[in-house]
T-cell receptor
Framework: TQLLEQSPQFLSIQEGENLTVYCNSSSVFSSLQWYRQEPGEGPVLLVTVVTGGEVKKLKRLTFQFGDARKDSSLHITAAQPGDTGLYLCAGVKSFSTDKLIFGTGTRLQVFP | DAGVIQSPRHEVTEMGQEVTLRCKPISGHDYLFWYRQTMMRGLELLIYFNNNVPIDDSGMPEDRFSAKMPNASFSTLKIQPSEPRDSAVYFC?????????????FGPGTRLTVL
């Protein structure tokens, strides 16, 4: 059973469009991270959110942690071809573990 | 500074052969993680170490998989005997001791193909 479900699985858009990726679970997470992975490379951390309702912005990317700490979203404004990649959410279930549980992933393609 | 180093980058082997994947974590990092990534199952944690000690190996699929960390700068993941279903990209990641917000740094991965 996949604890973190991401939607959509695939997304193809034109440069300049906006998009939102969702990361949902029925479990509560003590913290949640978003990573981006490019072909042939390992995932790279974009952001960490730890407080329910927290919103963080990274240039054109806006990340939100749900109030109940069960879900998160990533919104990209005016997408660019350089945003192309696999986006992964990853959560830590409790303070007693160091394990990250990764989501199912969203593959984004931005066309010029 | 060098990131996480993995070798080999690509490995092609035949079913039944032993495969050894290698990882050098970032100097000073206390945690080391081994992951496997496939299209079907996504990114799965296999095992992780803290200060060279295996903490959780519940993700290791079978007894054919084993991992060691003989010192703070080196770890291996061994598959013996290998099977076609082991074909995947294997990532090593490391991080410092710290809270839940501590970043994991991933290596470039080893793409394993078992024929």
């Amino acid at each position: 059973t996949q604890l973190l479900e991401q939607s959509p699985q695939f997304l193809s858009i034109q440069e300049g469009e906006n998009l939102t990726v969702y990361c949902n679970s029925s479990s509560v997470f003590s913290s949640l991270q978003w990573y981006r992975q490019e072909p042939g490379e390992g995932p790279v951390l974009l952001v960490t959110v730890v407080t329910g309702g927290e919103v963080k912005k990274l240039k054109r990317l806006t990340f939100q942690f749900g109030d109940a700490r069960k879900d998160s979203s990533l919104h990209i404004t005016a997408a660019q071809p350089g945003d192309t990649g696999l986006y992964l959410c990853a959560g830590v279930k409790s303070f007693s573990t160091d394990k990250l549980i990764f989501g199912t992933g969203t593959r984004l393609q931005v066309f010029p | 500074d060098a990131g996480v180093i993995q070798s080999p980058r690509h490995e092609v082997t035949e079913m039944g052969q032993e495969v050894t994947l290698r990882c050098k974590p970032i100097s000073g990092h206390d945690y080391l993680f081994w992951y496997r990534q496939t299209m079907m199952r996504g990114l799965e944690l296999l095992i992780y170490f803290n200060n060279n000690v295996p903490i959780d190996d519940s993700g290791m699929p079978e007894d054919r998989f084993s991992a060691k960390m003989p010192n703070a700068s080196f770890s291996t993941l061994k598959i013996q005997p290998s099977e076609p279903r082991d074909s995947a990209v294997y990532f090593c990641a490391s991080r410092r001791q710290g809270g839940l917000a501590t970043e994991q740094f991933f290596g470039p991965g080893t793409r394993l193909t078992v024929l």
